[in-house]
Structures are given as C-alpha cells and as structure tokens.
C-alpha cells in the first residue's frame, strides 16, 4: 500500500504497442503517478525491476504467454505488487482467473480516463474494483433466482450464452465461429460445455430448451 504523501509508481505491461503508449501518456498525466518501466512481452514483464513499484497494468493477450500467467509470477516473485488488470476480455474465465492468480483491479479496454485513474488509485491502495460492466454483471451472479429471470441460463459464461443463442437461431458452427471470431474447434469446445452444463443430451435437444428461454428467437440473419 503507499501512503499519500507518496507518489504511485507504475509498470505497463501490454504487446500491442499504440495502447501501451497511449497509457503511458495517460498515466503520466495523472497527479502522484509515475510510469518506472514498460514490457511488451511476458518475457520482458519477467524482467521488470519490482523494488519500488506499486502497480502493473496487465494485458490478458501477450504475444508470447498469458496475462494470467505473469500476473502470478510476478505476484510469487513480488507479493507487495498491485495488478490492475486492462483487457478487452470481458467473459467470467478471465475474470475469475485473474482474481485468482491475485490481481486486484479487472477494467476493459474501452475504459474511460477517470475509471483507469479511479482503478489504478483504488488497487494501489490494497482495494479490489472491478470495471462497471464487469460488475454489473457479478451483482448479477449475486442476485439469484432474480437475475436468472433476466439471464438465462445462470450456469453459462457470457460467450456460452452467446454461443447457445446463435446455435437456437439455427447457425452452424462455422458461421458461429465467423460471428464471434472464434475457431471452429473453440465453438466446438464451447457447445459441450453448454451440453453439460445444461443437461442436454445434444444440439437439437439444447436449442429446444434455449428456445422455451426465450434465446435464438430472431433467427438467422
């Protein structure tokens, strides 16, 4: 935790180089913060020097290994750090994985200039925020049977529910896959998961149960 007569010192660790910057110049804007050190890489990440530094704004996506991964490594190596996760993956896997290897901010990408001073402030203070979409959405884990009503289907990752609902519009799996930019092996993975999840013993079994919840009833577009 630092103290507030001191300033926030910060790592930005992010392989697509326009953001990296961008946040650079950001932070550096900001009262009390100094960006120390920058990686483009979990190799590089692996290298930055922790003595000193308070927070590291993590990608999830680097070019040679997982934000997951370096986060936890670093965490080993660093238990004093603080890391502000910033990631355009917004699915519950990435989140949860995040938290668990010890990260204590989650943001997406698409974050305003307050939310990341907020966030980056609040983490370097030992808080946990998450980004107000990610929150929305574990409020609404929290809530229930109520929250059920509004999402079917509580027991799915967002991309699950997503997946079920173009299956229910009668996609296969290649155009699921050009849809949501995924693979078809991915698609593939993510529909037995659904099966299991939702007990249904194959697809037409799950498009009819997703269909009495009220998903795919636009149909193919």
Avoid: C, W
Wanted: aromatic share 2%; hydrophobic share 45%.
């Amino acid at each position: 935790m630092t103290s507030a007569a001191s300033p926030i010192t910060v790592a930005v660790v992010d392989d697509h180089p326009v953001f990296r910057l961008g946040m650079v110049a950001l932070l550096e804007t900001l009262r009390d913060v100094t960006v120390v050190a920058e990686a483009a890489s979990a190799a590089e990440a692996a290298q930055l020097p922790t003595d000193g530094l308070d927070v590291v704004v993590m990608d999830l996506q680097l070019g040679d290994g997982s934000g997951v991964e370096t986060t936890r490594d670093l965490l080993r190596r660093a238990p004093h750090l603080r890391v502000l996760v910033v990631t355009m993956h917004e699915d519950d896997e990435s989140v949860v994985a995040s938290i668990r290897a010890g990260a204590h901010g989650y943001l997406l990408k698409g974050a305003t200039p307050d939310e990341v001073e907020r966030a980056v402030r609040a983490v370097a203070n030992g808080e946990l925020i998450l980004g107000a979409r990610i929150a929305a959405r574990a409020t609404g884990h929290l809530t229930g049977s109520r929250s059920a009503d509004r999402h079917p289907f509580p027991e799915l990752t967002l991309r699950e529910r997503e997946v079920l609902d173009l299956l229910a519009r009668g996609y296969d799996t290649p155009v699921i896959s050009r849809r949501l930019v995924l693979s078809p092996k991915t698609v593939r993975n993510h529909v037995a998961s659904i099966l299991t999840k939702i007990g249904a013993p194959d697809r037409p079994a799950a498009i009819v149960l997703a269909r009495e919840r009220g998903l795919g009833h636009d149909g193919p577009a």
